[in-house]
Nanobody, 124 residues
């Protein structure tokens, strides 16, 4: 059974931090790149970043890279997203996803499996 289960979302004040986790089925997690996306109300799903099995990363832009950190614990089949200096515009549903291969990819179509999402709300 394929499972990607996110947790760690919630309500935080601007400037605060959250750490999202995504526990993934082993057969899905192993030797795949893993990504984080988010979708705000009325907007398209947005790529945040990706991490390869060996730890190489790519982020969507300087603003995200300066505040967000993607990591993974391969022994625990878990993906993380550490978010610092949160802003109201970071409010969205956050999704983890497993890529179709172990490459740096950023299009949603390159991801095969998705979690159900976790809500992050940043108040001003």
């Amino acid at each position: 059974q394929v499972q990607l289960v996110e947790s760690g979302g919630g309500l935080v004040h601007a400037g605060g931090s959250l750490r999202l986790s995504c526990v993934v089925s082993e057969r899905i997690f192993n030797y795949r790149a893993m990504g984080w996306f988010r979708q705000a109300p009325g907007k398209e799903r947005e790529f945040i970043g990706v991490i390869r099995w060996g730890g190489g990363t790519l982020y969507s832009g300087d603003s995200v890279k300066a505040r967000f950190t993607i990591s993974r614990d391969n022994a625990k089949n878990t993906l993380y997203l550490q978010m610092n200096s949160l802003k109201p515009e970071d409010t969205a549903i956050y999704y983890c996803a497993a890529a179709s291969r172990d490459e740096v990819v950023w299009r949603a179509d390159d991801y095969t499996y998705w979690g159900q999402g976790t809500q992050v709300t940043v108040s001003s």
